[in-house]
């Protein structure tokens, strides 16, 4: 009514019908139409005509219930709604004497609800989220001189699975098949360290993940990199904050530990790595036993430090991390040959592997 109103408006002020298409985005049809039922018809022609057919069934009362019921929580013991669920509700709540799924499914597109799709969502309750958020986004952007940045982080329960018969390959039209049952070898855990200047990767493969397991991968950090100091981006993990963690700590000053707020893992640029490993070297795979995957997971890390090592750029537009560019080598090359002679320096002095 609001635009047919403004048609007449603009058409009392002396402008075409073309004029008021362009000005409302209408077609010129539109607006000779309603030009010609006020002209014949008055206020009463700017109302919409009878139509011929059925007339409608529901009115706007029963969608209002329809969307209410729907955005709210699902009788017991169901989890969420459905079209069949919905529609019963609907009847059994004497709303309507009946009604069909496809109704409601048109409803819900009109409307654009999507109640068959869910995003996952994590509030973080940290009091302090702004300010650790803020500290280490600070360190990614602007790193300090003479420090190196180590992001580390644990990928836990690796399962080696073997699948029982060989994957088959993909055919034109035909997707590759991968058979679904197979036979567990157990799991690996994996200690891992991001250096945030380089992109360079130091993996270590431990039978039981605790406190005694990561405080030695401290300590094999602390050699390979020597002299500087080294801030550790950290998640709260128990490890990470355990007593014996904490009094190693407090022992080594080298060390300066930076924890991510609660529920903000994606601040930690391991987990990034992490992603990568999981599609290029893991998923879909099958191990004939732990050592496998043990194997697998060491020729991506050196693949990796050889070939594809490369530092992560977090910029204020876009995507927060992005892989940095080949100027972004350039400007780390001096940074990552001075990391591999401290390598080459530290496995010389002392029985490590590099």
């Given at each position: 009514m609001a635009l047919r109103a403004k048609?007449?408006?603009l058409a009392?002020?002396?402008h075409n019908n073309s004029d008021i298409a362009d000005q409302l985005g209408v077609d010129v049809k539109t607006a000779r139409k309603w030009r010609h039922r006020y002209k014949y018809g008055g206020f009463q022609g700017l109302e919409d005509a009878e139509r011929s057919g059925r007339p409608m069934k529901f009115d706007s009362v029963v969608r209002h219930e329809v969307f209410t019921a729907v955005v709210g929580p699902p009788p017991e013991p169901y989890s969420r709604w459905?079209?069949?669920?919905l529609a019963k509700h609907l009847v059994d709540a004497k709303i309507v004497s009946s009604i069909s799924i496809e109704t409601l499914s048109h409803w819900f597109r009109r409307a654009d609800l999507k109640p068959h799709k869910v995003r996952g969502w994590l509030n973080s309750p940290d009091p302090?989220?702004?300010?650790?958020?803020?500290?280490i986004v600070e360190v990614y952007r602007n790193p300090p001189k003479d420090t190196w940045i180590l992001s580390i982080d644990e990928k836990t329960n690796i399962q080696a699975l073997e699948r029982v018969r060989a994957d088959q390959p993909m055919k034109k039209g035909q997707f590759r098949r991968v058979e679904w049952e197979y036979i567990r070898h157990g799991t690996a855990n994996l200690l891992a360290s991001f250096n945030v200047l380089t992109g360079q990767v130091i993996g270590e493969l431990v039978e039981k993940n605790d406190s005694g397991a990561f405080i030695a991968f401290l300590q094999r950090l602390l050699r390979l990199h020597p002299r500087k100091k080294i801030i550790l981006i950290l998640?709260?993990?128990?490890?990470h904050k355990s007593a014996a963690t904490t009094e190693f700590l407090s022992k080594n000053p080298r060390l300066i530990p930076h924890f991510t707020p609660t529920h903000a893992?994606?601040?930690n640029q391991i987990e990034l790595w992490f992603s990568a490993l999981s599609r290029h070297a893991l998923c879909r795979a099958s191990f004939s036993g732990r050592a496998a995957l043990v194997e697998r997971i060491e020729n991506y890390i050196a693949h990796h430090n050889q070939e594809l090592a490369l530092p992560y750029d977090w910029t204020t537009k876009g995507k927060p991390l992005t892989r940095a560019t080949a100027k972004g080598r350039l400007r780390n090359r001096s940074i990552a040959r001075e990391f591999r002679r401290a390598c080459r320096s530290s496995a010389s002095s002392a029985h490590t592997r590099p």
């Open positions: 048609i007449v408006l009392n002020l002396g459905n079209l069949d669920l302090e989220f702004k300010i650790k958020r803020d500290r998640d709260n993990g128990t490890t893992s994606w601040l």
